[in-house]
């Protein structure tokens, strides 16, 4: 009886994210947010939105309508990032992610709610929705960060698919890195990255996602920025809210994104405690770095911010119906 009730639901959500999804078939395994969390109605007249570091149109398009639809913004940023999660494309975040040193693709993410609450999961092998884990991990565990071979029991024991992370085209590549014969893990400054992705829903309330899959050819067990509470992400639903993507060595070192929110609660805007949070960072380099670190940051007010130490960081909008890609100021 059991087994026949999981397998409906499972049915269910499969024909939900290829309808929500459009091209890119969400993993059947993805299947904690339900349709009817997203059709609830809401009384509220705050407009939502949905932001996410990078050029990531339909993910974030799926997060902001979602939220239009009377979603809650957790609900809405895990939706939206499982779409990135799912596509074999993007190869630094989810599966087809770039592996690390040894061939491994491990996974890295972290969510937080309006409440404050958050949870996490660090260096997850074999499962694509990591953001939807570390949700799971929030909700459903006493503790808030799951790491390695822990979080993957963990995701087994909730229904969540085994499956091989590692594309042909993400081995091919890598077996070349191989072939330069030196440790020299790369990050990517140009379109795809890190998914960060702030949603405020028709309360006003924010949340917010982090995923990756890390510095391609990491070594095997490093862990970035991403998954680290008031690293990778923070949110006080009191003041804003913010995320990080680039070198998460520079980032974890700064405390980058609650330094940003406490920056904002002492009445910086969202620009200025992004502009800020960078220069803490460039001011320990004696050079212009060779690294990138970009923020993006949102206020209860709704104003916007994003700052990089490179140029090439764009974010993507949704509000009001019209998501756009947009370019990020940046130091150089
Ligand atoms: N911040 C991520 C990390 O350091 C990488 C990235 O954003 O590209 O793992």
């Known amino acids: 009886m059991l087994l026949y009730w999981w397998l409906m639901k499972r049915k269910t959500f499969i024909h939900q994210s290829?309808?929500?999804?459009?091209g890119i078939l969400i993993s059947p395994t993805f299947f904690h947010v339900k349709e009817d969390r997203l059709i609830k109605k809401n009384i509220s007249s705050h407009t939502p939105y949905a932001i996410s570091t990078w050029n990531v149109p339909r993910a974030n398009e799926i997060a902001g309508e979602a939220l239009e639809k009377g979603s809650n913004a957790l609900d809405a940023a895990v939706l939206g990032v499982a779409y990135e999660e799912a596509n074999l494309l993007n190869t630094t975040v989810g599966k087809g992610g770039a592996p690390d040193?040894?061939?491994?693709?491990?996974l890295d993410a972290c969510v937080m709610n309006h409440k404050g609450d958050c949870g996490a999961v660090l260096a997850v092998q074999n499962i694509t929705h990591v953001a939807a884990l570390?949700?799971?991990?929030?909700?459903?565990t006493p503790h808030v960060i799951l790491a390695g071979e822990g979080a993957k029991k963990f995701a087994l024991s909730q229904g969540y698919i085994s499956e091989n992370l590692l594309t042909p085209e993400s081995e091919k590549a890598w077996q070349e890195w191989l072939k330069k014969g030196r440790y020299e893990p790369e990050i990517n400054v140009e379109n795809h990255d890190t998914i960060g992705m702030l949603c405020s829903d028709q309360n006003g309330h924010l949340s917010g996602?982090?995923?990756?899959s890390g510095l391609a050819y990491k070594m095997k067990g490093r862990v970035g920025d991403s998954p680290i509470i008031g690293s990778g992400l923070f949110i006080d639903n009191n003041v804003g809210g913010a995320v990080a993507?680039?070198?998460g060595e520079e980032v974890i070192k700064t405390v980058g994104s609650f330094l940003i929110v406490e920056l904002m609660r002492q009445g910086k805007t969202p620009q200025e405690a992004c502009e800020e949070a960078v220069s803490r960072i460039l001011e320990k380099q004696i050079s212009k770095p060779d690294f990138q670190v970009a923020y993006l940051a949102t206020n209860k007010k709704g104003e916007i911010g994003s700052y990089s130490i490179h140029k090439g960081f764009t974010y993507t909008q949704y509000k009001n119906n019209l998501n756009q890609n947009i370019a990020s100021k940046a130091v150089y």
């Open 101 to 106: 040193r040894d061939g491994e693709v491990t």
């Open 134 to 140: 570390a949700k799971d991990v929030m909700e459903k």
């Open 245 to 247: 993507t680039g070198l």
């Open 18 to 22: 290829s309808l929500l999804a459009g």
């Open 209 to 212: 996602v982090c995923t990756t």
